[in-house]
C-alpha cells in the first residue's frame, strides 16, 4: 500500500516560516492536499492540487510537490497557525492516503 | 454556509455493528462524493471508502467485507455501518465531503468518537 511519511512534530518562531514534508515514492506524480487541524475543529483544506489555496486561506500558506516530496510553507508563521498538518494524495486505485500528521508548535 | 454533522452512539459492543449519520445541512448532498474517515489513537488518519450521491461507491480493501456507506438525498444523511467491531475499530469518525472521486475533501465534519468495549 502507498504510504506517506511526515515528521511528527514541527517548531518554530513567530514570524519565521514554517515547512512540513511529506514523503511518498513519486508523489510529485500525484496531487497532494494538506490540511490543518486545531484541537476541537474540523480539518480544513489548506492546499490542494499541490500548491493551489482555497478561498479564505491566507497567502502565508503555500505548497510545492516534486520527486518525493510534498512541501508545505508557512511564511510569517503566526500563532494562530499552531495545529496538527496532514497530507494527502491518492494512491493508484484511487484510494485516500494520509500522511501520519505533524504537530506545528509555534514557540 | 453548507455544515457536516456526525452523530452516534459513542460506546459499541465488540461484535456488533457501528453506525453513525452524517447530517448536511445549509446545502445539497447531490453531486458530491461523500466519505467517511476514521483516526485510531496514536495513529494516522485512514480514509474508509465514499458513496457518490447517485450510487457508486469504493472502500478501502482492509475494511472492504464489513463496510457500508450510503447516501440519503432525502434526509440529506450520509451514513456509515461498520459490522463485527474490534476494539481496532476505536476512533474518532469524520464525514468529509468531496467534489470528485480522487479529488480534495473540501469539507469537513467536527468528527465522532466511537469506542468499542469487549
Known amino acids: 500500500s502507498y504510504v506517506l511519511t511526515q515528521p511528527p512534530s514541527v517548531s518554530v518562531s513567530p514570524g519565521q516560516p514554517a515547512s512540513i514534508t511529506c514523503s511518498g515514492d513519486?508523489?510529485?506524480?500525484?496531487?497532494v492536499c494538506w490540511y490543518q487541524r486545531k484541537p476541537g475543529q474540523p480539518p480544513v483544506m489548506v492546499i490542494h492540487?499541490?500548491?493551489k489555496r482555497p478561498s479564505g486561506i491566507p497567502e502565508r500558506f503555500s505548497g510545492s510537490n516534486s520527486g518525493n516530496t510534498a512541501t508545505l510553507t508557512i511564511s510569517g508563521t503566526q500563532a494562530m497557525d499552531e495545529a496538527d498538518y496532514f497530507c494527502?494524495?491518492?494512491?493508484?486505485?484511487?484510494?485516500?492516503?494520509f500522511g501520519g500528521g505533524t504537530k506545528l508548535t509555534v514557540l | 454556509q453548507v455544515q457536516l454533522q456526525e452523530s452516534g452512539p459513542g460506546l459499541v459492543k465488540s461484535s456488533e455493528t457501528l453506525s453513525l449519520t452524517c447530517t448536511v445541512s445549509?446545502?445539497?448532498?447531490?453531486?458530491?462524493?461523500w466519505s467517511w474517515i476514521r483516526q485510531s489513537p496514536g495513529k494516522g488518519l485512514e480514509w474508509i471508502g465514499f458513496?457518490?450521491?447517485?450510487?457508486?461507491?469504493d472502500y478501502i480493501p482492509s475494511l472492504k467485507s464489513r463496510v457500508t456507506i450510503s447516501v440519503d438525498t432525502t434526509k440529506n444523511h450520509v451514513s456509515l455501518e461498520l459490522n463485527s467491531v474490534t476494539a481496532a475499530d476505536t476512533a474518532v469518525y469524520y464525514c468529509?465531503?468531496?467534489?470528485?472521486?480522487?479529488?480534495?475533501?473540501?469539507?469537513w465534519g467536527q468528527g465522532s468518537q466511537v469506542i468499542v468495549s469487549s
Open positions: 468529509a465531503r468531496g467534489l470528485t472521486g480522487s479529488g480534495p475533501f473540501d469539507l
Open positions: 445549509g446545502g445539497s448532498i447531490s453531486v458530491y462524493y
Open positions: 494527502q494524495a491518492w494512491d493508484s486505485n484511487t484510494h485516500a492516503v
Open positions: 513519486k508523489l510529485g506524480d500525484k496531487y
Open positions: 458513496r457518490y450521491y447517485s450510487g457508486r461507491s
Open positions: 492540487e499541490d500548491s
